[in-house]
Structures are given as structure tokens and as C-alpha cells.
């Protein structure tokens, strides 16, 4: 088996389109199954050796390494020797690009954005910014971050996710509707909460979230609605939060994943109640081809059980 070879066979195992190209130590974006080749939600890297390498899947949260000798699953390798420097150097990070994150909150003005516009919501205001880049230092860190922040012209949507209230990350939506998330930020548990009421449900993309929290007014129901970013971290929120339900979206079936789509393999796994449309595509799909009373009747059945 070639490295090649071995890559495609890493990346259908995680859910990602092979890339075009690959550098030597250098992650390349590559668009997860079922998202759209625009969504550049998936990694690649060879490793400098150019014998061995690694491809993640940033949706559903799976990664596989790979060599000539073919792949293997990332968690079945024994973890490394605990390096206490490298953790003190790495919480340090985080802290770090947790302040950065709050600067370009703060820095943020509430405004309505093109995507929200494109996604039925034109008089939503959001958190946006014309240009992200004065905020980042310059530090390696800081130019480790700069040089991975989405290429283009703002204004830039962000939607911060939140930990017990401290802002951990960033997601960077362009005008077009690409999303990035921050460099090195932390999104495991993060959400970010567009309401609050009497019962949570958990959404994936900030354009669902708005689309169950509009079909659920319509319901006259008040309800904490979180976007949590990806399927995988859909499924972490929601299990933290007793009762809540997760709208998943409708992600085509994946061999990998037993023949379930992303939104629904990991909801499935959380315990909670969930449901997702009944066509591909995710609740603001169904909310912009059928209108908001289609969504709302939807999520009355959910309720009522």
C-alpha cells in the first residue's frame, strides 16, 4: 500500500474527502462528507517523515493515523508518556487563545450580517467585525492564528462558544457563509446560547439554532436554544443538561458511521431525546424550502411525544 493509498483510505474511514494536494507537516483543509465541498471542516497532515500521517474528521471528532502499513485507529493507540511541561505549555495556550477570543468578542459590534440575511433572518443581529487581525498579537501563537484565520474581506460573523460562561472559542462565518473556527480554541463542551427559557435543545450550526428558536415562538413555548458547532460536541452539551433534546441535522448515511448520517450517529449516542428533519439538510434547510410552520409543527410532535 502506498501513503497515498493509505490517506483515502484514512479519510473515507473518518468521513473526509482526500485532498488535492498535501506539505509536509502542514495541515490541508479537506470538506467533510455530506457538508458541502466548501466546508473545509476536515484535516490532513503527512507528517515531515513522509511515511506516516493523519486525517480528522473536525464534525464528528474522529481521526485516524496512517502509514504505508495502512491505518489505524488514533484511540486504540497507547497515549504518550504524561509530559508535564508540554501540559503547562498547552494550558498556557488556552488561556491564551481564550483571551484572544474575548478581545474579538468585545471588540465585536451588534449588526445584521449576510449570512444571517441568506439564512431567512435579515434583521437578526449578530456579533460582527470588519477585520479580525489588529486583535491577534504578535506572538508565535498569535501568528500561528493569523495565519489560519479564512482568507476574503469582512464583515465576519462570530459566534462565540462558552464554558460555564468563559469564552474558549470563536467560530469566523464570512459574508459567503464559510466556517472557520478559531485556531487552537476550545470547543469540546463550548456553546453558544441565542435564548433562554424553560427547556434547552441543542442545535449544531448559529442558522439552526435561530430556526428552532423562531419555530418554537411560534409555538408559544420559551426555551434555551445552544449552538454547539459540531455533531460530536451537539452530543457533549446536550448530555450535560438533564431533559434537554437535540435537533440534529439530516447528514447523508455514512458507511463508517453504520450507515447514519453525522447528526444522527452522535445524537443517538447521547441519551437525550432528538430529532432531526425529514429530508437532508438541517432545520434552516427545511425552514427556507417549506417555511417556519413546517419546522414548528415538526418540533410540536417532538414535544408532545
Keep these: 500500500m502506498t501513503l497515498t493509498d493509505a490517506m483515502r483510505a484514512a479519510c473515507q474511514a473518518v468521513g473526509i474527502e482526500p485532498?488535492?494536494?498535501t506539505k509536509l507537516g502542514e495541515w490541508v483543509k479537506s470538506p467533510v462528507i455530506g457538508k458541502g465541498r466548501g466546508n473545509g471542516s476536515g484535516r490532513v497532515m503527512i507528517n515531515s517523515d513522509g511515511k506516516t500521517g493523519v486525517a480528522w474528521n473536525h464534525v464528528s471528532g474522529q481521526h485516524m493515523r496512517f502509514s504505508e502499513a495502512g491505518t489505524s485507529d488514533a484511540e486504540s493507540i497507547p497515549?504518550?508518556?504524561?509530559?508535564?511541561?508540554?501540559?503547562?505549555?498547552e494550558a498556557g495556550e488556552r488561556a491564551e487563545v481564550a483571551r484572544i477570543c474575548q478581545r474579538i468578542v468585545k471588540a465585536c459590534q451588534p449588526m445584521q450580517h449576510p449570512y444571517l440575511e441568506a439564512k431567512g433572518f435579515p434583521d437578526e443581529l449578530g456579533l460582527v467585525i470588519e477585520d479580525l487581525r489588529p486583535l491577534i498579537p504578535d506572538h508565535q501563537l498569535?501568528?500561528?492564528?493569523?495565519?489560519?484565520?479564512?482568507?476574503g474581506a469582512g464583515p465576519w460573523l462570530i459566534v462565540p462558544g462558552r464554558i460555564e460562561q468563559q469564552i474558549t472559542t470563536v467560530q469566523i462565518?464570512?459574508?459567503?457563509?464559510?466556517?472557520?473556527?478559531?485556531y487552537r480554541g476550545t470547543m469540546k463542551g463550548a456553546a453558544h446560547r441565542i435564548a433562554t427559557g424553560s427547556e434547552t435543545w441543542v442545535c449544531e450550526g448559529i442558522a439552526t439554532a435561530l430556526t428552532v428558536r423562531a419555530a418554537l415562538r411560534l409555538l408559544g413555548r420559551s426555551a434555551t436554544v445552544l449552538s454547539a458547532f459540531s455533531a460530536a460536541n451537539v452530543a457533549k452539551v446536550a448530555g450535560r443538561i438533564e431533559g434537554s433534546i437535540i435537533a440534529a441535522d439530516h447528514d447523508r448515511p455514512l458507511e463508517q458511521l453504520h450507515g447514519k448520517g453525522t447528526g444522527?450517529?452522535?445524537?443517538?449516542?447521547?441519551?437525550?431525546?432528538?430529532?432531526?428533519?425529514?429530508?437532508?439538510?438541517?432545520?434552516?434547510?427545511?425552514?427556507?424550502?417549506?417555511?417556519?410552520?413546517?419546522?414548528?409543527?415538526?418540533l410540536r410532535g417532538v414535544i408532545a411525544g
Excluded: C, M
Excluded at 462565518?173 to 478559531?182: L, M, S, W
Design 79 to 89: 497515549p504518550p508518556k504524561r509530559d508535564r511541561e508540554a501540559e503547562r505549555r
Design 19 to 21: 485532498p488535492r494536494g
Design 264 to 298: 444522527e450517529y452522535y445524537a443517538a449516542q447521547s441519551r437525550r431525546v432528538w430529532t432531526q428533519p425529514e429530508a437532508l439538510g438541517d432545520f434552516n434547510d427545511w425552514h427556507q424550502r417549506d417555511g417556519l410552520r413546517a419546522v414548528a409543527l415538526h
Design 142 to 151: 498569535g501568528r500561528d492564528i493569523a495565519f489560519r484565520l479564512p482568507e
Design 173 to 182: 462565518i464570512a459574508p459567503d457563509g464559510v466556517k472557520k473556527n478559531i
